[in-house]
């Protein structure tokens, strides 16, 4: 529930909290409001040469001519110019371009190489004894980069690959050279070095001696995780994680392959897969509710595109539906059944009192959910409802888990009209807060109402010259405040 | 052009020089006209360095983005591709040459890889069959970018992501590297302090590098006196926090990339008079921001509610100067005058830029939403219920508010509270889990990792103390006239940057218990200058220290940190250098697991 009103009003009287306002607002409008006309004059006063006014040269679109990106745009148009319009030049989009996502340069980004035919991978390839782990120092005569075979140590090794020099592992045949090796590319910290000696291993060592090693030189485990990673080599990466008995990491990367599958059963049943894996308890509640969602959306959407098609449904007819269900959150899926579903009884799959227990949604999210997909429906019956069913006592008041003022503005979002809102901005607890929603919905009943419960005679004699002249509540204000039995406190 | 790099303590463009040299001779090494290939994401970062006209100079007549397919046709000698080193790029460039072939084979290849050649992408190019085709492969070292006056970075947008969740420390061999080139130019840093497990490997590689290139003494007089490492994991809540100076507000409204913003076009609209406004433009307004505009660096750094009066003060002053013409009575005059209207045309521009930024920021800063999340936040900064759950983030999933912002403002009540308490936390969870989507899983997973959104492991909550003692929370932050750094978030003083005053006066010392609460080792270097480059300091001169902030900084400690070095008696003045320039909103966003699929 809200922090009560009287309560946070205190806390900001005495408050040490500074919120950030603008001290002196008038003031500091009136400001901008200065300033901007004392632009506006002088543009007037330079009208004539008011072409080259700024510094810069600046494109239509706004960078500056001359920069880069606006190079690349320019240079690249004017050769396809014929076909589009000389103003606007702009490369040819219709072939996506490289993802900006991901900054730089670093293993996070460096694996991410479109598969050819069959999946590719890099030990396939290494594994061709034709092929050398190497670089051509192409600055350099051919003549001269015949030495990569020369006798470096594991040091100078790793040295040389991090100025990009030519190199050859293939010499380290021994565990403890392999190891040297890779301890001192740890040591370099150079993500790319690391890799390809991780590589070199992959390759030469057996999987067991390799976990074993990696386990005591977490930052080469890591990178290796990360490499599988970004080579998709699943098979491997699991069997190390199982290894190191990494069980969670494993749950979770399982899981995750859930989003590429784009086939809504497949996906589901992927997900079924997923429930045995050895996810901590809280994250094993949350994919079974995972999986018994979408399973749930794949019925639903069957169900109900088919009453669409048949045209029988009013509401399908009144409200076509503008997506599919399916993959929505279970929140939506919730407003979806209270849109489309809400009468239907508890033992359907789309009934909301259905979805509301499976899921265990809290009282608060059920109500807020069913308020905004019954008001948008206009159904206030229903929203009268939600208010007084829990009445099982008889009480004829309404109660509601969450504040009123939050109501009031749900259902004015949903443009209810002013007698609904009316209704609701009169249970609103604390007064101030009821005579502003009142003020800014025009509830003039409410606004009397506190007035007169106030027994504030002078803001009552304010109000009612903001009301019509000769309307029902000028009549109103003046009987209240010609009683005699009300005693004023001012 | 980019003389706003050389006003500063540091003449900056002493390193942009250096990199538009390297840039020259590898061009001319590929001699004869050129058609350049971007990788799209790379002509940000070096709009910072060159412009078209100096690869124009040297014969570069097309520029085309790197994308699958056959290569546009272009007149030209030599083709070059300027990649980072992924390996998927490497597969798209394949594809390039293998189209050519087939053409007419007269162009030459040349590859130039930012910030470094990659032996695993060279390895991609050589399966693919392509290597060969390339005449020069060479790397071209972008580092350390000058960005402004006082500011470098490196813009690696991943660095935060890749050292704190992958334990990939690639970035920290850059800013190693960067920092080398640094001294390179600059001279020897004497003293090196540093907080945090980064920091401590950088200052590690840097030493080590310094000992292999033994044999040449650097002879330049150093211009830094001190270098401050800094992990961004020591300071976690900063970013959280909505910034409240001008630059740190039009970032976190629409976000500055590589110095550039974009806006809503409507403010901007040039009405003339006698033209009815018929075609707006439809496209953002582009504009760029840095010091070399004369107002901007003057209110960038202020509290958003000074931002008015500014200017404000600036209209009067630019009126009164157009105003100067009635004056103007002689041919004299009239000539001073006219010779005077284009700068004064181009403040007068200036200004009605800046105060329709202000007018779009004050819509923001005035509503009730924006009001409303500030009060939360500062209930957290200042420990109050962070133990709770609290009603108004309750409030905001329920109406589906964006989820980063959910994210921030979770984030931000587990770190004030060092933790959350269990059942707080399964709580959040499991209402944005339903709301926004259970595959968040991974998302709310890599927030744990990353120490931002964590169940209480101790009964213990530190934070209460640390704030006492670095005085994080200031009750009358003067937004107006400040007199403390904590006016950039109008009361709380962010965390990084008074470790950074602590360490100039009195010294991390004094706050050692702090220091042990905060993640990672903090520790002091020195090296060695060799016999003659030590400094002799004027009486009253300032010293001047480079702070490096791993994993991101934000405007607002930027400006926190420019209000230190203009302090009269600080005595120190501050050179600020970051891997990239982040809000919370960009920095969570790095962390999600594949973000663009969270619902809208």
């Known amino acids: ?490 | 052009m980019a003389a706003h790099l050389s006003y500063g303590r540091v003449n900056l463009n002493i390193l942009r020089e250096a990199a538009r040299k390297e840039l020259r001779e590898f061009l001319d090494k590929c001699s004869g006209s050129k058609a350049i290939v971007w990788d799209e994401y790379l002509t940000g970062p070096f709009g910072l360095i060159a412009q078209y006209s100096l690869l124009k100079e040297h014969e570069v007549e097309k520029m085309f983005t790197l994308k699958s397919g056959r290569l546009p046709s272009a007149d030209v000698k030599n083709i070059i591709f300027f990649v980072r080193p992924r390996l998927e790029l490497m597969d798209i460039i394949a594809e390039n040459v293998f189209s050519e072939d087939k053409l007419h084979s007269s162009r030459e290849f040349h590859i130039l890889f930012v910030p470094r050649r990659s032996m695993l992408c060279e390895q991609r190019l050589k399966e693919q069959g392509v290597l060969g085709s390339f005449i020069n492969i060479d790397e071209y070292i972008l580092d350390l970018i000058p960005y402004d006056g006082d500011l470098l970075s490196m813009e690696y947008e991943s660095a935060f992501r890749e050292c704190y969740l992958e334990n990939d420390q690639t970035s920290l061999y850059h800013t190693a590297k960067g920092l080398m080139t640094l001294q390179a130019l600059y001279g020897t840093i004497p003293q090196i302090y540093g907080k945090g497990e980064c920091a401590r490997h950088v200052a590690n590689m840097m030493l080590r590098m310094k000992r292999e290139f033994a044999g040449s003494q650097n002879q330049i007089l150093p211009v830094f006196d001190t270098l401050l490492l800094l992990d961004r994991n020591v300071d976690l809540l900063t970013p959280l926090a909505t910034q409240l100076t001008y630059e740190g507000l039009i970032d976190e409204i629409y976000g500055i990339n590589n110095g550039y913003v974009k806006l809503p076009p409507e403010k901007f609209a040039q009405k003339k008079q006698g033209e009815a406004s018929k075609d707006l433009p439809t496209e953002p307004k582009k504009l760029q921001l840095n010091s070399a505009e004369e107002l901007y660096a003057e209110i960038r750094d202020k509290n958003f509610n000074a931002v008015g009066a500014a200017l404000s003060k600036k209209a009067k002053i630019i009126s009164a100067a157009f105003e100067e013409r009635h004056n103007a009575k002689t041919v004299g005059e009239i000539k001073q005058f006219v010779s005077q209207l284009p700068h004064m045309q181009a403040a007068r521009s200036s200004l009605a830029n800046h105060t329709s930024i202000a007018e779009l920021i004050k819509d923001i800063t005035t509503s009730e939403a924006f009001f409303d999340n500030l009060t939360v936040e500062q209930e957290f900064m200042t420990g109050v219920d962070t133990d709770k759950v609290n009603t108004y983030i309750e409030d905001c999933i329920a109406q589906k508010d964006p989820l980063i912002k959910i994210l921030r403002l979770v984030c931000m009540q587990s770190v004030c509270n060092n933790g959350l308490k269990q059942k707080v936390f399964d709580y959040y969870k499991r209402e944005i889990l339903q709301t926004y989507g259970y595959e968040h899983i991974l998302t709310l997973n890599n927030l744990e990792k990353g120490g931002l959104l964590k169940p209480q492991t101790s009964s213990r909550n530190n934070y209460p103390t640390i704030r006492k003692t670095l005085k994080l929370w200031m009750e009358d932050a003067n937004e107006q006239n400040p007199n403390d750094i904590s006016y950039v978030y109008s009361g709380y003083a962010p965390l990084s940057i008074r470790l950074t005053q602590v360490l100039a006066r009195p010294g991390w010392r004094s706050i050692e218990e702090v220091l042990k609460m905060l993640p990672g080792p903090h520790f002091e270097e020195r090296q060695q200058l060799p016999a003659g480059l030590h400094k002799k300091r004027q009486q009253g001169e300032n010293r001047t220290t480079l702070v490096f902030f791993l994993g991101g900084v934000t405007y607002a400690e930027i400006a926190a940190l420019r209000f230190l070095s203009q302090m009269e008696d600080s005595g120190m003045e501050y050179i600020i250098a970051t891997t990239k320039l982040i809000n919370g909103t960009t920095w969570i966003k790095s962390l999600m697991d594949r973000p663009e699929c969270q619902t809208p």
């Not at chain 1, 051919?142 to 030519?166: C, F, I, L, N």
């Not at chain 1, 070095?193 to 005591?216: D, G, H």
């Not at chain 1, 190191?244 to 494993?250: M, V």
């Not at chain 1, 489309?340 to 499976?358: A, D, I, K, M, W």
């Open chain 1, 1 to 490: 529930m809200m922090k009560s009103k009287p309560d946070e009003e205190d806390y900001w009287n005495s408050s040490k909290f500074k919120a950030f306002t603008f001290d002196d607002e008038d003031d500091e409008f009136s400001r901008l409001k200065e300033s901007k006309q004392a632009v506006n004059s002088i543009r007037r006063l330079v009208e004539e040469d008011d072409d080259e006014d700024d510094v810069e040269k600046v494109s239509w679109s706004g960078e500056p001519v001359g920069s880069i990106s606006w190079s690349v745009r320019e240079t690249a148009a004017s050769n396809q110019r014929t076909d589009r319009e000389p103003a606007f030049p702009k490369i040819n989009a219709d072939t996506p371009t490289v993802s900006r996502s991901h900054s730089g340069y670093s293993l996070s980004s460096l694996f991410k190489g479109k598969t050819k035919t069959g999946s590719f991978q890099f030990s396939d390839s290494l594994s061709d004894s034709s092929v050398r782990l190497y670089a051509p120092e192409l600055r350099k005569p051919k003549s001269e980069y015949k030495d990569y075979v020369s006798d470096w140590s594991p040091e100078e090794t790793v040295h040389r690959m991090q100025q990009g020099k030519a190199v050859s592992l293939e010499k380290f045949r021994s565990l403890q050279d392999k190891l040297l090796l890779l301890d001192f590319s740890i040591s370099a910290h150079d993500g790319n070095v690391i890799t390809a000696v991780l590589i070199y291993l992959k390759r030469t060592l057996s999987k067991e001696v390799l976990f074993r090693e990696l386990e005591s030189r977490q930052t080469a485990l890591r990178h290796f995780i990360h490499y599988l990673t970004e080579t998709r080599d699943q098979r491997l990466l699991l069997e190390l994680l199982r290894a190191l008995g990494r069980t969670e990491d494993i749950a979770l990367l399982q899981y995750k392959e859930h989003l590429s599958i784009a086939d809504e059963n497949k996906r589901r049943d992927f997900l079924k897969s997923c429930l045995s894996l050895p996810f901590s308890p809280e994250d094993s509640a949350h994919v079974q509710d995972h999986y018994t969602l979408l399973e749930r959306q794949i019925i639903i959407e069957a169900t109900d595109r088919q009453a669409e098609r048949g045209g029988k449904v009013e509401i399908f007819q009144k409200f076509p539906r503008r997506a599919s269900i399916l993959n929505m959150p279970l929140i939506t899926t919730l407003y979806y059944c209270c849109f489309y579903h809400y009468t239907e009884s508890e033992g359907t799959y789309s009934s909301p009192l259905n979805v509301r227990q499976t899921f265990r949604i809290s009282e608060k999210q059920f109500f807020v959910t069913a308020l905004a997909a019954r008001a948008k429906l206009k159904a206030w019956v229903d929203v009268d409802a939600l208010f007084t069913s829990r009445n099982w006592l008889g009480f004829t008041r309404k109660k509601s888990p969450l504040g009123f003022h939050r109501v009031v503005d749900i259902l004015q979002k949903n443009s209810a009209p002013t007698q609904v809102l009316q209704e609701y901005v009169g249970l609103v607890d604390d007064a101030e807060l009821r005579i502003s929603l009142a003020q800014k919905h025009k509830c003039h009943d409410i606004i009397i109402n506190t007035y007169r419960d106030l027994k504030d005679r002078q803001q009552l004699l304010g109000y009612r010259g903001k009301v019509e002249r000769g309307s029902v509540e000028e009549r109103k204000i003046n009987e209240l405040l010609d009683n005699p039995q009300i005693r004023w406190k001012n």
